[in-house]
Each structure stands twice: as structure tokens, then as C-alpha cells.
């Protein structure tokens, strides 16, 4: 059974940092590409960075410079490290795989697999 399981979210101050985790089971992480999603309050939910089976990695716009995703296959995680967080940042962030041969970056239409995502929000 595949599951997607996210952690590290939290309140953080304008500037501040997180580390978002998405423990994956039931497929190993060598062989699809894994993705970060997030939804803020009224809008629809957007990609935010994505890390293929051949370590290509995508960034949206608003987070380059800012967020880093990293893969640990030994342990199945993906990571997505966040810095100079924004109040735009908050948001719902979900962990996303496409195990039907999608790649990077990741169209919600091809999600076979979701996280039931990680509260992250940017308040002074």
C-alpha cells in the first residue's frame, strides 16, 4: 500500500525556516518522481518544486533561491527546506508522486498519490 506521509510544518516568523519531510512506503523513491504542492486559503492548489528519479529538479518561480528539495533514498524521504519564509508562503504542503511515468515538473492531473499534507504558516 502506498503511502505518502508529511511532517515539519508549523508557525514560523517572516525570514524564519523549515524543514518539510515526506516519508514515502509501498514504491521506492529511485524509480518516480516526487513532488511539493501547496494550497493556500482560497486558491487553487500550485506546484512548488519536484525532484525526478534522475535528481533533475524543478523550482516554481515564487521560492527560487529560497526553498531546496533533496531525496534520501536510503530512507525514502523527500525533504523540502525552506528559507527566508514569506507570509505568501503559507499554506498546505503536500507530498505528490506520479509512479505512471510523469516527469518534473508535475502536473496535478497526473498525481497518482497524495500526502494529506503539513500546515505551514508565516506570521509575525
Known amino acids: 500500500q502506498v503511502q505518502l506521509v508529511e511532517s515539519g510544518g508549523g508557525l514560523v516568523q517572516p525570514g524564519g525556516s523549515l524543514r518539510l519531510s515526506c516519508v514515502v512506503s509501498?514504491?521506492?523513491?529511485?524509480?518516480?518522481?516526487i513532488g511539493w504542492f501547496r494550497q493556500a486559503p482560497g486558491k487553487e492548489r500550485e506546484g512548488v518544486s519536484c525532484i525526478s528519479s534522475g535528481d533533475g529538479i524543478y523550482y516554481e518561480d515564487s521560492v527560487k533561491g529560497r526553498f531546496t528539495i533533496s531525496r534520501d533514498n536510503a530512507r525514502n524521504t523527500v525533504y523540502l527546506q525552506m528559507n527566508s519564509l514569506k507570509p505568501e508562503d503559507t499554506a498546505v504542503y503536500y507530498c505528490a508522486a506520479d509512479v505512471s511515468g510523469g516527469s518534473c515538473p508535475l502536473s496535478i492531473y497526473g498525481i497518482d498519490y497524495w500526502g494529506k499534507g503539513t500546515l505551514v504558516t508565516v506570521s509575525s
Open positions: 509501498g514504491f521506492t523513491l529511485d524509480y518516480h518522481p
